[in-house]
Every structure is written in C-alpha cells, then in structure tokens.
C-alpha cells in the first residue's frame, strides 16, 4: 500500500502517471489498508478536482483492475464504501436524516 495515495503524489508526464513518494508505503494484503489508500485517492480528487471526479475516479479503478484484478478492485470499492460510512466520513448519515 502506498500510504499516502494523493494526486500530490503523482507525476503525469506525456499520457502516462507515475506514483512517487513511497515514504509511507508498506507491503500488505490487508483488504482495509488497500480501502484506506483508495478512499484517500478519491477524497484527494473530490478535494482538488471536484469537476472531474467521476471520470478519474474510474480511469483510476480501471488501472487499479489492471494492476490487482477485478477481483481485488470490487472488494476495494466495496471497503472503500464502507469506510465512507464510518463516523467522520458521514456525509451519507448526514443525507438520511
């Protein structure tokens, strides 16, 4: 996992993006942790792109897929929407009242 999956921490040179900045890497299968990273990605775009974040929100699952498989990628958006439900990720409680 890389810790801190932001879009400060992407290079995008020519049509191709390199991830920099491993510094709070690890090496883990833990589905939460690969969850953590994920939701980060998608609040760093809702926070620094908020008109695109649908478009590279997927374009970035479609390299996640290519990278970990479908497999991984659906149990990831799957944690990452359960993490999106926990106490200070409430936006969706907060519409339900």
């Known amino acids: 996992v890389h810790g801190d999956l932001t879009t400060s921490n ?20 833990e589905l939460e942790q690969h969850g953590v990273d994920v939701h980060l990605m998608l609040r760093s775009l809702e926070s620094t792109h908020p ?16 990278v970990r498989g479908d497999d991984m990628r ?16 409430v936006v969706e409680r907060r519409l339900r009242r």
Do not use: C
């Open 10 to 29: 992407m290079l995008v040179v020519g049509n191709r993006i390199f991830v920099i900045d491993f510094g709070l890497g690890d090496f883990s299968n």
């Open 51 to 66: 008109s695109l974040v649908q478009p590279l929100y997927a374009a970035f699952l479609e390299g996640y897929a290519e």
């Open 74 to 89: 659906r149990a990831v958006e799957v944690k990452v929407k359960e993490i999106r439900r926990r106490g200070r990720y």
